[in-house]
């Protein structure tokens, strides 16, 4: 019934959200279904997933719809969503697409697990997730962290005009203060915990990212600007350090990012702390930063 209940209140949500008389009731909705999708991936028993939902997919991605509408005219700000009905059948068509996709491997059995389980004590980490993100399958995740530093290349390269910066909400002010020192928290023990459950540098850097879009928002930190030579070097840090370790291996070991045994668990410590450090900075960037001075 639970189950149930989430999925009805998922749809509802998801209706709501594109019929919404309002851009910000649209927006406030998207959020909690982003919320609830979260808690749906944990009753899957899915809670990497269930982490990234609520760090991005509601979280930073709420932030950055939020950012985005505060910055615009009142009257956009009151302004009723575009073709809803168009919207909705888009997205029931891409969904039937999907649903239709998958229906074939159901049936179908991994045949991850039994290839990662025997080289668990080899991978210097106790979660699977980890070992495969960071060991087994290393290059898919330092190309995914190629992706986003040319992502925020490409958005501070379309988009270098300045915006000021809105007005703080008085209930996201008051909220700030309060829930800063419990995200950075809250971020290093996801980032910790990495190495034995979920967690991980993605869902860390992201919440920490959240975070400090909440305080620009406020104003509370100062401007985050690209010139910036400590922000600049915390955006390139976790992709060097992750070149550095694969050139190292193929110089020195057995090969790119095979680990030797003795050093895998140093290894993949400094590649999601600095990680996390990267993902941070660039996610706060795509957000928050200030696009004008790469033209000079």
Same mark, same amino acid.
């Given at each position: 019934?639970?189950?149930?209940?989430?999925?009805?209140?998922?749809?509802?949500?998801?209706?709501?959200?594109?019929?919404?008389?309002?851009? $910000?009731?649209?927006?406030?909705? $998207?959020?909690?279904?982003?919320?609830?999708?979260?808690?749906?991936?944990?009753?899957?028993?899915?809670?990497?997933?269930?982490?990234?939902?609520?760090?991005?997919?509601?979280?930073?991605?709420?932030?950055?719809?939020?950012?985005?509408?505060?910055? #615009?005219? *009142?009257?956009?700000?009151?302004?009723?969503?575009?073709?809803?009905? #168009?919207?909705?059948?888009?997205?029931?068509?891409?969904?039937?697409?999907?649903?239709?996709?998958?229906? *074939?491997?159901?049936?179908?059995?991994?045949?991850?697990?039994?290839?990662?389980?025997?080289?668990?004590?080899?991978?210097?980490?106790?979660?699977?997730?980890?070992?495969?993100?960071?060991? $087994?399958?290393?290059?898919?995740?330092?190309?995914?962290?190629?992706?986003?530093?040319?992502?925020?290349?490409?958005?501070?390269?379309?988009? *270098?005009?300045?915006?000021?910066?809105?007005? *703080?909400?008085?209930?996201?002010?008051?909220?700030?203060?309060?829930?800063?020192?419990?995200?950075?928290?809250?971020?290093?023990?996801?980032?910790?915990?990495?190495?034995?459950?979920?967690?991980?540098?993605?869902?860390?850097?992201?919440?920490?990212?959240?975070?400090?879009?909440?305080?620009?928002?406020?104003?509370?930190?100062?401007?985050?600007?690209?010139?910036?030579?400590?922000?600049?070097? #915390?955006?390139?840090?976790?992709?060097?350090?992750?070149?550095?370790?694969?050139?190292?291996?193929?110089?020195?070991?057995?090969?790119?990012?095979?680990?030797?045994?003795?050093?895998?668990?140093?290894?993949?410590?400094?590649?999601?702390?600095?990680?996390?450090?990267?993902?941070?900075?660039?996610?706060?960037?795509?957000?928050?930063?200030?696009?004008?001075?790469?033209?000079?």
């Amino acid at each position: 019934m639970v189950d149930l209940a989430i999925g009805l209140i998922l749809v509802a949500l998801a209706i709501g959200a594109l019929l919404s008389s309002t851009l $910000f009731g649209s927006l406030t909705l $998207f959020f909690a279904f982003g919320m609830l999708m979260a808690v749906a991936w944990a009753r899957l028993h899915a809670p990497d997933l269930a982490l990234a939902e609520a760090a991005i997919g509601a979280g930073l991605t709420g932030a950055l719809l939020f950012n985005a509408l505060n910055k #615009s005219p *009142p009257e956009v700000i009151k302004e009723r969503l575009r073709h809803p009905l #168009s919207v909705a059948l888009v997205c029931a068509a891409i969904l039937a697409l999907l649903v239709v996709s998958l229906l *074939p491997s159901l049936d179908q059995v991994s045949p991850l697990p039994p290839m990662v389980g025997p080289r668990m004590d080899a991978s210097g980490v106790d979660y699977p997730v980890t070992a495969v993100l960071l060991n $087994f399958r290393g290059w898919d995740t330092l190309l995914e962290i190629a992706v986003l530093l040319l992502a925020l290349l490409g958005v501070k390269v379309l988009l *270098p005009t300045h915006t000021p910066a809105p007005q *703080p909400w008085s209930l996201l002010l008051g909220w700030s203060k309060t829930l800063a020192p419990v995200i950075v928290v809250v971020g290093g023990y996801l980032l910790w915990r990495g190495s034995r459950g979920a967690g991980g540098a993605f869902q860390a850097g992201a919440l920490l990212a959240a975070g400090a879009v909440m305080l620009r928002l406020n104003h509370v930190l100062p401007e985050i600007r690209w010139s910036q030579l400590l922000l600049r070097i #915390s955006v390139l840090i976790g992709l060097a350090t992750f070149l550095t370790v694969a050139i190292a291996t193929a110089s020195f070991g057995d090969g790119w990012l095979t680990y030797p045994s003795a050093y895998s668990k140093a290894l993949i410590l400094a590649i999601e702390t600095t990680a996390t450090i990267s993902i941070a900075a660039t996610l706060t960037l795509l957000v928050e930063g200030e696009g004008d001075e790469l033209q000079s």
